[in-house]
């Protein structure tokens, strides 16, 4: 929007408003590769379903153990993560 003060000098309005978190994703799924490797895919917040609260601009995924210690995080712009060296047999969070 623009507006005109007096003396002709131009007035400039912008309205900001606060980024939030786009909503979840859904058809979370973790598939082994091999026995050292998995691939994490999942699908897009549903604009329709779940209302979005903002634009995905990548998605942060983050593999944990049983003890919630950070193994390994990613920040991806596609929908799956792929995450190497791992221990067979072990039990993994994302």
Do not use: C
């Amino acid at each position: 929007m623009q507006a005109m003060l007096p003396g002709g000098f131009p007035f400039h309005q912008f309205n900001l408003f606060e980024a939030s978190l786009p909503g979840k994703v859904h058809f979370l799924l973790a598939d082994p590769v091999s026995p050292f490797t998995i691939e994490v895919t999942w699908r897009p917040p549903d604009p329709i379903t779940l209302h979005p609260r903002g634009h995905v601009i990548y998605y942060h995924v983050i593999l944990t153990d049983q003890y919630n210690f950070e193994l390994h995080k990613k920040n991806v712009t596609g929908l799956k993560a792929t995450f190497h060296g791992l221990t067979p047999n072990s039990l993994y969070y994302v």
